[in-house]
């Protein structure tokens, strides 16, 4: 199973948004509405911030929304503050059963 | 206090085996699926494995397909992961993390991402 696709890295300016991409095939992405997505401060554990494309758990800011279309979803973060420096993964079911990840986005607030 | 906390790790030989535990708190752990995610040094997250809540079912990534076998025991609250014919690119930081579920028609469904992890306990493998 083929990681999906993220971008190395995506900065911005505080206050800004910035969106990363995560692309997979129909046999993940495009075929369930399982997509996540995960942000990990150095040294930290992953933390859930989205997940099934576009819902947001308890306690997380709606500053952070998640969207999808086709084989390619994307996080958007907006009005971007500097505690949103992290890595971010997505994440997705898929056919076989499994799960798969992005190679994980750097982001960087400038 | 809900958590997840992982030990077993440490220094082994390459073809060697390890058995990691992750110990469950605060919640109902047998009600539960369970996953093993992994993380290499300096790299990205790596899905292992998910066991059912019953341990009936279990899915391996290709990568340790009939190397690693995840199992449970409800009674202890505890999930394991015994790693066998261990290799240098298994070398990372193992994190046990939990599935949500709903209950549909009274059979439980996994819902596909993970939303408790633990803190993680590092695996190396090196002569």
């Known amino acids: 199973q083929s990681a999906l696709t993220q971008p190395a890295s995506v900065s911005g300016s505080p206050g800004q948004s910035i969106t990363i991409s995560c692309t997979g095939t129909?046999?993940?992405?495009?075929?369930?509405?399982?997509v996540s997505w995960y942000h990990q401060h150095p040294g930290k554990a992953p933390k859930l911030m989205i997940y099934d494309v576009s819902n947001r758990p308890s306690g997380v800011s709606n500053r952070f929304s998640g969207s999808k279309s086709g084989n390619t979803a994307s996080l958007t973060i907006s009005g971007l503050q500097a505690e949103d420096e992290a890595d971010y993964y997505c994440s997705s079911y898929t056919s076989r059963s499994t799960l798969v990840f992005g190679g994980g986005t750097k982001v960087t607030v400038l | 206090q809900v958590q997840l906390v992982e030990s077993g790790g440490g220094v082994v030989q390459p073809g060697r085996s390890l058995r990691l535990s992750c110990a469950a708190s605060g919640f109902t752990f047998s009600n539960f699926p369970m996953h093993w995610v992994r993380q290499a040094p300096g790299k990205g997250l790596d899905w292992v494995t998910i066991i059912s809540y019953d341990g009936n079912n279990k899915y391996y990534a290709d990568s340790v397909k009939g190397r690693f076998t995840v199992s449970r025991d409800n009674s202890k609250n505890t999930l394991y992961l015994q790693m066998n014919s261990l290799r240098a690119e298994d070398t990372a930081l193992y994190y046990c993390?939990?599935?949500?579920?709903?209950?549909?028609?009274?059979?439980?469904?996994?819902?596909?991402?993970?939303?408790?992890w633990g803190q993680g306990t590092l695996v190396t493998v090196s002569s």
């Open positions: 129909s046999s993940d992405v495009g075929g369930y509405d399982s």
């Open positions: 993390a939990r599935a949500p579920f709903r209950m549909i028609r009274g059979v439980i469904t996994i819902i596909h991402h993970f939303d408790l």
